[in-house]
């Protein structure tokens, strides 16, 4: 696409790295649409000049297909005396790709840099022909878009470290109330406590009736007696529950 070289307005560095990086996104695409995605100089032009062709005349150095495309998108309005191309759905005059960077900037002050979405509606109610990609890549370069724009604080997550066996001991409440563990009548299981020893990762489970941290209590000391009770007691059910677990042990 050596047009677009051509086309290139060297007014400033913002400009030209946005024609830059345009560029870069037009080639990347297929060729299928890389033609007909913006409407630079030349073919405006064209499209003029096609538009002008009285029906039953010859069609010039103009291709059927252009001549369709043509006749199928585009068609002539004159405002204040001048004969522009406009887009034959929204009868919006087309923007040239020349005129993009200007264009863009000034609808995106117009409405205090807003963001893309609302640039996109200003740009479309006065123009056609301006693709997506084009706002987006002119957005990713507004200085003071992207001096405003929120940092991303990562969450720094603390490691658990366990030193030995039973060090560290998780407890979490499992509920299995929708298919309980029945014995009979009077006797139903529709809890399961599940205790995880960080350090060698294994595991006990202990069936519960209800999820009462007395209950708990008396299924921790069981374990405790075979293994010794653990450093530190941890459980993702919250500290008000750990807390009540500790006390019924004590």
Wanted: aromatic share 12%; with cysteine; hydrophobic share 40%.
């Amino acid at each position: 696409m050596s047009e677009f070289d051509s086309s290139i307005l060297q007014i400033d560095n913002g400009e030209v790295l946005y024609y830059q990086e345009l560029k870069k996104h037009i080639d990347s695409l297929s060729e299928k649409f890389r033609e007909k995605s913006v409407i630079i100089q030349g073919v405006y032009d064209a499209i003029i000049k096609c538009l002008f062709i009285p029906k039953g005349q010859a069609l010039g150095s103009f291709s059927p297909k252009f001549i369709f495309w043509v006749k199928q998108h585009f068609v002539l309005i004159t405002i204040a005396g001048v004969n522009i191309a406009c887009c034959i759905k929204s009868k919006k005059p087309i923007c040239i790709y020349e005129a993009y960077y200007n264009v863009i900037g000034e609808a995106h002050a117009t409405i205090s840099h807003g963001g893309r979405d609302k640039t996109i509606y200003e740009l479309n109610s006065h123009y056609s022909w301006i693709p997506r990609f084009a706002v987006e890549i002119f957005l990713k370069q507004c200085v003071p878009c992207q001096t405003r724009k929120p940092l991303k604080q990562h969450v720094i997550t603390k490691p658990i470290i366990s030193l030995g066996v039973m060090t560290r001991l998780q407890i979490d409440l499992i509920d299995m109330r929708t298919r309980p563990d029945v014995l009979n009548p009077d006797i139903s299981y529709n809890w399961i406590l599940n205790c995880i020893d960080h350090f060698s990762k294994f595991t006990w489970a202990y069936p519960l009736k209800n999820k009462s941290a007395i209950d708990v209590a008396l299924k921790l000391r069981e374990l405790f007696f075979v293994f010794g009770p653990p450093k530190i007691l941890h459980s993702h059910n919250g500290r008000e529950f750990v807390a009540s677990v500790i006390y019924e042990l004590k």
